[in-house]
DNA sequence: GTCTATAGATCGATAGAC
DNA sequence: GTCTATCGATCTATAGAC
């Protein structure tokens, strides 16, 4: 009689007690679902396609996500535990240069080991968040002014030059995320089938170079 | 008979003898389909949607383009077009300072001008280019390449920092295309509903700043 | 040249056998 | 729980009236 209840039962039994083979269906579909949606993008890609891949009846798939929004929906929350695992740790009386570099290396670090997540994210953001908006927006601007702010009273302290804190974060982020999203341009100016390590040490250490001199800092010294 | 020649003679005529009429739509057909394309990639756009933004009906878009895919080349064809129109100026002996701050500056205003344009060429990107990269791959090596050497001709000559060419150039696409590309995630940050020019003049002086002071150049005196 | 009607394939989602 | 069969909607593309 009373659904709502019933439908949570359901789903806490479904996130708790799954059976093994569900475990390990939803861990295949999910894989399948991410190559997909990074490279047609929600609208572009049918659970046919995931089915396909993913070497499973179509009909599985939405008994265990219950729907398309369903599927995609586990697919982000994936990417973005993800995330906070590799980014969540900011030290506030930090060093400037270290911090900064540290997330350089991580952001870049992300790109080569979660293209897949890291390009969803961006497939999603280009199209205007209609899916995260609501659940994302929030957490992401705090994380984003807690960050801000650390930086400007690096600034007020004279620790590094005056920049607008915001854009400075974008910029690292555009130029970090670029080496996973826009691999495709990269591997063929590279003249290149894949990145390898060494490419990916090169981005580190470009990047790094320029940001930090630009903002007046060094490059600690166990990476120069 | 020839049916060849004559396919050739219509596409010819098609391009230069266009009525008024014919122009108009096809004018108003691209401008939809470059915000559909944006906001959904290539598989997730139908020409449903794009013949309803249009106001024209649906049929009219094959009549003119011939197929879903030809209506995509219109669009990329359009965008290169801006895009080299843009960019295509590189001096060999210039100044370094001078020459990077010029194409900062041109590589943010055209994500100001051409979001749309700039969003789909990365989405486009970001699916490992599967419907360009025939017609396209070849130029862009080129001119990245060309562009490189001129870089790195300017750190023989100890001009500036010794850099990777090639990933400089991605650092300064990546940061800039980012104000396009993640618009979304721009103005959730800065608390906008959309960038005004003020936003745009802060992101070339950030990124300005920052990439030639970390390559140990300073900015134009007429710029800083 | 322009538009309606529709074919043929594929989509997300559901019903029901096992 | 799992899978087959299938529905109704929607997709690209074409045929043919005007």
Redesign the interface.
């Known amino acids: 009689m009373d659904t709502a209840q019933k439908r949570l039962n359901d789903a806490f039994r479904t996130r708790t007690k799954a059976g093994r083979i569900r475990q390990q269906n939803e861990a295949k579909i999910i894989k399948a679902a991410e190559i997909e949606f ?8 049918s659970l046919n396609a995931v089915a396909d891949r993913a070497q499973l009846p179509k009909s599985n798939i939405l008994y265990y996500f219950k729907s398309k929004f369903g599927l995609y929906g586990a697919v982000l929350a994936d990417i973005l535990e993800m995330w906070n695992q590799a980014f969540s740790v900011a030290s506030i009386d930090s060093d400037p240069a270290e911090t900064l570099y540290r997330y350089i290396e991580a952001k870049v670090a992300y790109s080569y080991t979660h293209p897949l997540a890291s ?1 969803i994210f ?2 999603e ?5 209609p899916h995260l908006e609501a659940f994302l ?1 929030q957490d ?2 705090v994380w ?2 807690d960050r801000a702010s650390v930086i400007q009273s690096w600034i007020d302290a004279g620790k590094m ?1 005056a ?2 804190p ?6 690292i ?7 996973a ?2 691999s ?3 591997c ?4 290149k089938k894949e990145y390898d390590q060494q490419d990916f040490q ?2 580190t ?3 790094a ?8 800092l060094t490059i600690p010294t166990e990476n120069r």
Do not use: E, P
């Open positions: 990074a490279q047609n993008g929600y609208k572009g890609t390009r961006a497939m953001i280009i199209q205007g968040a927006a992401l601007k984003l002014d030059k920049v607008n915001h854009h400075l974060i974008f910029l982020w555009g130029s970090t995320q670029h080496y999203d826009f495709t341009q990269v063929w100016a590279l003249g090169d981005a250490a470009t990047v170079m320029i940001v930090l001199g630009g903002l007046g």
